[in-house]
């Protein structure tokens, strides 16, 4: 590894470490799931420098977050600081891994659900985020599932619903499927590949 790219790892590293203080702890560092048999992958975080460019469009007005897979909860933190007083979710399938984020944010208006986004997704979710939560298969499981929501959104929020899927090893679920839309969303080179889906009626 180079100089420069050494100091870009110690800028991220001191960003992440000192964001999260803020939430409470730091949270770095990977938990290899016990869930692989249903297809998850590892509870990994996210830099927080890699989010503003996956939001640069920002929200809807009414807009309900979802974070796919919310893990130790930095996608969570990080919504709480930029996008204050927006309804949130953060679904998550290992229950030890959600516990302690459930507890760690029990001071903020977040909502924490343990168990699986196939059957959990909630009825007024408007902008779902992905960090390569899951294979492929559960990926369509998820689209089903998605498709049902966006048939049935509740009064006064907004559709259709959006994904934004970061580091999207499976996007090909989306591309195959007329009732989606996608394009990729511009990051830097050293960054993870980027997708925005819409769901539901193209006329939108
Ligand atoms: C790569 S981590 C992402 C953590 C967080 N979203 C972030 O960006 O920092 C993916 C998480 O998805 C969770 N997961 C996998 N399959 C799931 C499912 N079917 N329903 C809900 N969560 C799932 C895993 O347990 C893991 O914690």
Redesign the pocket.
């Known amino acids: 590894m180079n100089t420069s790219m050494l100091i870009r790892r110690f800028k991220r590293l001191r960003q992440n470490y000192f964001f999260d203080r803020r939430f409470g702890a730091f949270i770095g560092g990977t938990?290899k799931?016990p869930?692989a048999h249903?297809?998850?992958?590892?509870?990994?975080?996210?830099a927080y420098e890699e989010l503003p460019p996956l939001f640069r469009d920002g929200l809807r007005p009414g807009e309900v977050l979802v974070?796919?897979?919310?893990?130790?909860?930095?996608?969570l933190n990080w919504w709480l600081d930029t996008f204050p007083g927006y309804r949130m979710y953060?679904?998550?399938?290992?229950e030890d891994?959600a516990a302690e984020t459930e507890t760690r944010l029990r001071n903020y208006p977040v909502t924490i659900v343990i168990?699986?986004?196939?059957t959990?997704a909630p009825e007024d979710g408007t902008l779902y985020?992905?960090?390569?939560?899951?294979n492929a298969d559960?990926m369509a499981g998820?689209l089903d599932t998605l498709k049902k929501r966006a048939a049935g959104l509740p009064d006064g929020v907004p559709g259709p619903i959006r994904v934004i899927y970061?580091?999207c090893l499976h996007l090909h679920v989306f591309e195959a499927d007329p009732d989606c839309r996608v394009t990729l969303i511009p990051v830097p080179p050293q960054f993870h590949r980027a997708a925005l889906i819409t769901i539901g009626s193209q006329d939108d």
Do not use: S
């Open positions: 938990k799931t869930f249903m297809g998850a992958e590892n509870t990994a975080n996210i974070d796919v897979g919310c893990g130790k909860g930095r996608v953060g679904i998550e399938l290992d891994v168990g699986d986004i196939r959990l985020f992905l960090f390569n939560p899951f559960v998820f970061y580091n």
